[in-house]
C-alpha cells in the first residue's frame, strides 16, 4: 500500500511538471491561430507582424525587419512568459495602444501549450 501511494504521488508530480512545461505539438496547433500575422523558424521574418523566434527574453519593438506602433517601441515591456501570457490574453492591458489586434487567448493550457512551442525557436 505504501509503495502504491508513493507510485500514485510520483506520478502526479510528473504529470504536473509536464503540464507546466506545456506541450509543444500541442501549442504549435494553438500557434495557428497567430500564423496569419507571425512567423517563427529558420526563415521567419516580420510581415503582417514581427517574427516571433527569441520572442521570450526580448525587449518589445526591437527586431529590425518590422515596423512597430510608437506605443511598443516606447514600453520598454521584456518578453517574460508573464508578460507574453498576459499580453496574449489582452493586448492593450500590457501595451496600450499598441497596434495588434487580437481577440485573445484565455485558456491556460493553451497559453502554456503556446509558450512552449515559442520557446523552441531560438
Excluded at 500500500?1 to 504529470?15: N, T
Aim: net charge positive.
Amino acid at each position: 500500500m505504501h509503495r502504491e501511494l508513493l507510485l500514485s504521488l510520483a506520478l502526479g508530480v510528473l504529470a504536473s511538471a509536464s503540464h507546466a512545461a506545456g506541450d509543444v505539438a500541442a501549442g504549435k496547433r494553438v500557434f495557428a491561430k497567430c500564423s496569419n500575422c507571425h512567423q517563427v523558424g529558420p526563415s521567419a521574418r516580420g510581415t503582417f507582424g514581427p517574427h516571433l523566434n527569441g520572442i521570450v527574453g526580448r525587449t518589445a519593438g526591437t527586431t529590425k525587419d518590422y515596423k512597430y506602433s510608437t506605443a511598443m517601441r516606447s514600453s520598454r515591456v521584456v518578453w517574460t512568459e508573464a508578460n507574453l501570457r498576459a499580453f496574449i490574453k489582452s493586448t492593450d492591458d500590457v501595451v496600450p495602444g499598441n497596434k495588434m489586434r487580437f481577440f485573445g487567448i484565455s485558456d491556460e493550457k493553451q497559453l502554456t501549450d503556446l509558450l512552449a512551442y515559442l520557446q523552441t525557436f531560438k
